[in-house]
């Protein structure tokens, strides 16, 4: 995936189930993520068009995955299995052989897909986060 993809990719996720967008997903905190994380998120096309999307980083010892999105129309063809095998095939040759993705607790369609690729649904972990906004609330 390249900055170029932003429109497109955009689109999907706007479009998709699931897909809560934020701030950090304007086409500047995508450039930053993308050079921080280079080769390591990807998109499919089909006919010019961004039909999938995934995004991916690490922290040098675990990865971590957004954004897996897939058109309506284009999915169970194979193209979210796909985009994740070759994520996580960079993440690997990275040194990375663990990752984590977090899905809204309603997104049954993205649980299913998980579930289904063999990854473990966690219960022994809360996830806490803070916005930092300048208050000194840490």
């Known amino acids: 995936m390249q900055i170029d993809d932003y429109d497109g990719a955009l689109a999907l996720w706007q479009s ?3 897909v809560q967008l934020r701030s950090a997903d304007s ?3 995508i450039a930053r993520y993308l050079t ?3 080769g390591l998120s990807f998109v499919a ?3 010019g ?3 999938g999307t995934i995004m991916a980083g690490h922290d040098g010892r675990r990865g971590y995955i957004q954004h897996l ?3 309506a129309q284009s999915r169970n063809a194979g193209i979210g299995s796909e985009l994740l095998r070759r ?3 960079t993440l690997k040759q990275a040194g990375i052989g663990k990752s984590h993705v977090h899905i809204l607790s ?3 369609i993205a649980r299913e897909f998980w579930i289904a690729r063999g990854w473990e649904l966690r219960d022994d972990i809360d996830v806490f986060s803070f916005v930092n906004d300048g208050d000194d609330n840490a």
């Open 16 to 18: 998709a189930d699931g």
């Open 27 to 29: 086409r500047e905190g």
């Open 36 to 38: 921080r994380n280079p």
């Open 45 to 47: 096309e089909s006919g």
């Open 49 to 51: 068009k961004v039909v």
């Open 69 to 71: 999105a897939v058109k």
């Open 87 to 89: 994520c996580l095939a």
């Open 106 to 108: 309603d997104n049954h």
